[in-house]
């Protein structure tokens, strides 16, 4: 039943109120009479009524400021005026407190009850419109990491462009913004996941891997976690920490090899343009994560040796060839013939790649980025730099603007 509050200060009036009209009929409960505007207030307060009869002329609180003080606690009650003052000033007060109607005493019963039965039609239409709204966003929250994944591979893959995708951040609760990172995950070593496929379910499995990364990189917020059409998980996060960024990758492989058994193959950047060009390097990265899939397994291992290991001042060919048990001429070899690389060049630019990623931090100082990616002097670091980067570290950053 709708609920109704009455608050005038004449007992005979609202007495006349409570018998004009058969309530139950019209499914109204009258749940309370009130005296004066304060009483009315703090009663409208705790009985959280649907529709209020209110009278201008009240003690303590009159029934246009008790209106206005209504609006701020119950904005969808419906408030009838029922006074004994015709003047046109309270009529444009009412109207500018969003009165629902405004009747003259004494009150006719066929004119109240035309106002009353309007104003059950309004309630009914919000009620509905309040379901609806409610069911519209359950129905939101249950698709809309479907939505939101749908959205972004359709991003990725440039059939919209980023102006629509923006247009959406809010919507969708994408909110990625600052200094951005994108890592994409993909699945390795075919006979293992068919192994863990035949126990459980591939969908199982990627679950499982969304699980563990969505709790690895839960301290770079804001961060955007997807699946791609591919299966491949895209990670879009903020940097917090350039140090921890840069050791992403291997804490994400360490930790998915050590839970689940599973080989992958990370492909980790740093977004050094705006957001509407992580589709192309999107794209790159996907190409890259190609090329190494056709890797030699030996040449596999020996590359995930040197990523997670480039740090070591005294990384030789023959620890990695030790680790992965061939020989060092074989290996040499092959890495030769797959990254077009000797161990040496592939080593260094593994460390100006990571020294980039902690040189877009300006508070890291040169000699410090040298310390984190393996070279004990800044003076061997900066002509390795050079090397490949063609200009110098000092260089680089100058011409990054800091």
């Known amino acids: 039943m709708w609920k109704l509050l009455i608050a005038d200060d004449e007992p005979r009036i609202r007495r006349g109120l ?172 075919k006979s293992n996941i068919e192994s863990f496929i035949n126990q459980w379910d591939k969908k199982l499995l990627l679950f499982g891997v969304q699980n563990i990364v969505e709790e690895l990189v839960q301290e770079y917020t804001p961060n955007v976690i997807f699946k791609d059409t591919e299966d491949r998980l895209v990670g879009i996060v903020s940097i917090t920490s350039t140090i921890n960024w840069v050791g992403l990758s291997n804490i994400l492989y360490n930790a998915l090899k050590k839970y689940l058994g599973i080989e992958t193959i990370i492909n980790q950047k740093t977004i050094e343009e705006s957001l509407g060009s992580i589709p192309e390097l999107y794209q790159q990265m996907i190409k890259d994560i190609e090329k190494v899939e056709e890797y030699n397994p030996v040449v596999l291992a020996a590359k995930r040796y040197i990523d997670t290991y480039y740090y070591k001042q005294d990384l030789t060919l023959g620890e990695v060839a030790d680790k992965i048990q061939v020989s060092q001429a074989y290996l040499s070899k092959l890495l030769k013939r797959e990254l077009g690389h000797s161990f040496v060049d592939y080593l260094t630019k593994v460390r100006v790649e990571k020294a980039i990623q902690f040189m877009n931090d300006p508070t890291i100082k040169i000699y410090e980025v040298a310390e984190q990616v393996g070279y004990n002097t800044q003076h061997y670091f900066s002509t390795a730099f050079k090397k490949v980067m063609g200009v110098s570290p000092i260089g680089y950053r100058g011409g990054k603007g800091f």
Request: some cysteine; aromatic content about 10%.
């Open 18 to 189: 409570k018998k004009s009209l058969n309530w139950e009929e019209l499914d109204i409960e009258v749940i309370g009479e009130a005296e004066d505007g304060e009483m009315a207030f703090l009663m409208a307060k705790e009985l959280q009524p649907d529709i209020m009869f209110v009278d201008i002329n009240m003690p303590f609180l009159n029934g246009l400021q008790l209106i206005q003080k209504l609006n701020s606690i119950l904005p969808n009650c419906i408030v009838i005026i029922i006074t004994g003052y015709d003047e046109f000033s309270y009529v444009q007060q009412a109207i500018k407190f969003q009165v629902f109607d405004y009747l003259l005493k004494p009150v006719d019963s066929e004119e109240l009850q035309k106002i009353v039965k309007k104003a059950i039609a309004k309630l009914e239409s919000s009620k509905s419109k309040a379901k609806y709204i409610e069911w519209m966003d359950a129905q939101l929250k249950q698709n809309l990491h479907t939505v939101r994944t749908n959205l972004l591979n359709r991003w990725m893959k440039g059939k919209i462009s980023y102006e629509e995708v923006e247009n959406q951040f809010e919507f969708l609760k994408l909110n990625i913004h600052g200094q951005l990172g994108i890592f994409i995950i993909k699945l390795s070593d």
